[in-house]
């Protein structure tokens, strides 16, 4: 079974600083996908950011980043330039790629980020 | 195209009653998924239907859990004889294919 890990239960960094949020990932599988979402406080989660894992260029969107480490099982969001409006729990999940299968994803416990004004 | 919307976006009901809560996920998504957020906690996966077919149940979906997705459309879960371990949020979210998830705001259930 996969297992998703996120070891930072909380972080808090100013308006307009760079935060790195980590996240690792246990698993037997070759062919996945890391996913981060974002949950702001009592709305809906929102995709921030996919990686294939068969892709070494590590995804961008915007003001985020990953850091893909396939080998250390390691997949961290970086997000630049951090806006008030980047506070949120955030989630690292993992989907096993089956093409038939379910898909479902496998998600950490999650980082609750605070950007200060 | 409105998203995925849940209903009720709050339930609180006492120990032993039975709640029913409603998905409806995005019009030409055939996949349509069900997770259950506690507290502080990251959301698992409790069942997935592929159109109206319930293809895979978590074994966190205990046997007063049931849900369907009649007609491929909306969905219901429905838990029966509530508990108080019940209490979490309740996350539908639907994909085409696989291409990836839109999640709903949620139904938050309080279990008194």
């Known amino acids: 079974a996969q297992t998703v890990t996120q070891s930072q239960p909380e972080m808090s960094v100013q308006e307009a600083e760079t935060v790195t949020l980590s996240c690792t990932y246990d698993?037997?599988?070759?062919?996945?996908?890391l996913f981060w979402y974002k949950q702001p406080p009592s709305r809906q989660m929102i995709l921030v950011i996919r990686q294939e894992a068969y892709k070494q260029q590590n995804a961008t969107e915007n003001r985020f980043s990953v850091n893909f480490q396939k080998a250390a099982k390691s997949f961290s969001l970086k997000i630049s330039d951090s806006q008030l409006g980047d506070t949120a729990m955030y989630f690292c999940a993992f989907m096993k790629h089956e093409v038939q299968g379910a898909q479902k994803l496998v998600f950490g416990q999650g980082t609750r980020l605070t950007i200060n004004p | 195209d409105t998203g995925v919307s849940q209903n009720p976006r709050h339930k609180i009901t006492k120990r032993g009653q039975n709640v029913t809560f409603r998905c409806d996920p995005i019009?030409?998504?055939?996949?349509l998924y069900w997770y259950r957020q506690t507290l502080g906690q990251g959301p698992e996966f409790l069942t997935y239907f592929q159109n109206e077919a319930q293809l895979e149940k978590s074994r966190l979906l205990s046997d007063r859990f049931s849900a369907e997705r009649p007609k491929g459309s909306f969905s219901t879960l429905e838990i029966q004889r509530t508990e108080q371990g019940d209490s979490a949020m309740y996350l539908c979210a639907s994909s085409f294919l696989g291409a990836g998830y839109t999640f709903g705001s949620g139904t938050r259930l309080t279990v008194v």
């Open positions: 698993t037997s599988e070759s062919n996945y996908y």
């Open positions: 019009s030409e998504h055939n996949r």
